[in-house]
């Protein structure tokens, strides 16, 4: 679900852009929603809006991870064509079965290594980059998006032991804005939309984007991070076929190829991790 989410947040974004806004507005405008979202859902559900101490760490990389990821990534394709800087970005899950298994100094599976590598090699087929135009700049900026991705997903489910997942929210985005609020100037500055549809975007992306991190935070309550990770593979699939939907643009055959070979990993994925589940 938060991948699904995720994956049509960058697709409305588009059609905000197109009404006058940008990138750095809608980080921030579905930013602020989230704070407000995180304190009315505290109240009405009663949950514990406060961060115990134990919590404060993981909690303060979360917000640094997450706001990170959404300005370099932005960042990157100012100087990358967007293919190219999507599938840079993307090799985060690898990284995150990397890193998962050096801690817990377990190697993985073979089934696991190649359904990581299948899942990656679809999305260089799905999005089929143009080598023109590399900046290092954009290189250095995703670079970055990937570290802070790996860093969000190991601190969100060591915060989830400590809170819940809307003081997590209201925390997390609260700590991330300044972040976002010293990036802007650099990248546009704040740009309101020219239309009544531009706003209308902008309100789906913040209520997806609080839907997206209530689902996300509450799936690494249940799962690793790693196999969130592998499932966040979806995310570009669905901005590709919400494009194709909204805005009206077409996927060759090998773009489809890849995307049948990315959701074939993660069936193989998910099925391989449940004949293990029976098996406990």
Not at 184 to 209: E, H, K, N, R, Y
Not at 230 to 252: D, K, R
Request: proline share 4%; aromatic share 12%; charged share 10%.
């Amino acid at each position: 679900m938060s991948a699904t989410l995720f994956g049509l947040i960058t697709t409305i974004a588009k059609l905000s852009y197109d009404e006058g806004t940008n990138a750095v507005t809608a980080a921030a405008v579905r930013g602020i929603f989230a704070v407000g979202m995180g304190v009315f859902l505290c109240v009405v559900l009663r949950k514990d809006w406060r961060i115990p101490r134990a919590g404060w760490s993981a909690t303060a990389w979360l917000a640094l991870g997450q706001a990170g990821m959404s300005v370099c990534y932005l960042g990157s394709v100012q100087y990358l064509p967007v293919s190219l800087g999507a599938i840079l970005f993307y090799t985060y899950p690898i990284g995150v079965l990397i890193s998962e298994a050096t801690l817990a100094r377990e190697l993985p599976g073979p089934v696991r290594i190649s359904a990581f590598v299948a899942a990656f090699a679809g999305l260089v087929l799905a999005l089929t980059p143009s080598l023109d135009g590399i900046d290092w700049r954009g290189l250095v900026f995703v670079g970055l998006a990937v570290i802070s991705a790996g860093s969000m997903f190991f601190s969100a489910q060591r915060a989830r032991r400590h809170t819940n997942e809307m003081a997590l929210m209201l925390w997390a985005n609260v700590a991330g804005l300044p972040v976002v609020f010293i990036a802007m100037p650099f990248m546009g500055g704040f740009q309101a939309p020219d239309s009544a549809t531009g706003w209308l975007c902008l309100g789906l992306i913040s209520v997806f984007f609080a839907m997206a991190f209530i689902s996300y935070t509450t799936s690494l309550h249940h799962i690793t991070p790693t196999r969130a990770a592998m499932f966040f593979n979806v995310e570009p699939l669905v901005s590709i076929v919400s494009a194709v939907i909204l805005l009206g643009e077409m996927l060759t055959y090998v773009q489809v190829s890849g995307a049948a070979l990315v959701l074939a990993a993660l069936t193989v994925s998910a099925w391989r991790t449940d004949i293990k589940a029976k098996r406990a």
